[in-house]
């Protein structure tokens, strides 16, 4: 890259995407900026090899989700203490927004428990990447992407207690 001031741009635009998907991994947020760092660090150093710059952003997520699961890898090789996230008691009466702020909590950590391979094309699709930007993005035919977020729906169903 030659310039850093497209660097930063490209980091405006697309930041939100990387602490979200370093998110779904890394539940300790002065880890998560850690990630970022090494992401955009990871990018800078792979922007000349990019053809297309109209995949950057599925560029981007491949680069974010790799590091991830090797932070993750890592992390198990290490056994690091188990981390501990309580979960709001659904019985209490809440406000709308707690309800909302619930939900999400419930469904950030379903989609944290779910197997790798389906917990990338969730968070993905979740960023709102068209199937075959996905199966680009995770080096997978388009066919297989669908078939994992098909699995990775049902899981999620299941896990927040909706069995249809």
């Known amino acids: 890259m030659s310039n850093i001031a497209e660097l930063e741009q490209i980091i405006e635009v697309h930041a939100a995407m990387v602490r979200r998907i370093a998110s779904a991994y890394e539940r300790h947020p002065d880890r998560v900026d850690d990630l970022a760092q090494d992401v955009w660090i990871a990018v800078w150093q792979a922007l000349p090899r990019l053809n297309d710059q109209t995949m950057l952003k599925s560029y981007i997520a491949r680069i974010t989700q790799n590091i991830c699961v ?17 979960l709001p008691d659904r019985a209490l009466p809440i406000d709308e927004a707690s309800a909302h702020a619930a939900q999400l909590t419930r469904l950030i950590e379903a989609v944290r428990n779910l197997p ?21 993005a995770l080096g997978i035919g388009e066919s297989n ?5 098909h699995r990775a729906k049902s899981a999620l169903r299941l896990s927040l207690g909706d069995p249809s």
């Open 70 to 86: 090797t932070h993750v890898r890592r992390a198990l090789v290490r056994q690091t203490q188990p981390l501990t996230d309580t």
């Open 116 to 136: 790798d391979n389906l917990k990338a094309v969730v968070i993905l699709y979740l960023e709102e990447m068209p199937i075959k930007e996905i199966a680009q």
């Open 145 to 149: 992407a669908s078939v994992r977020l």
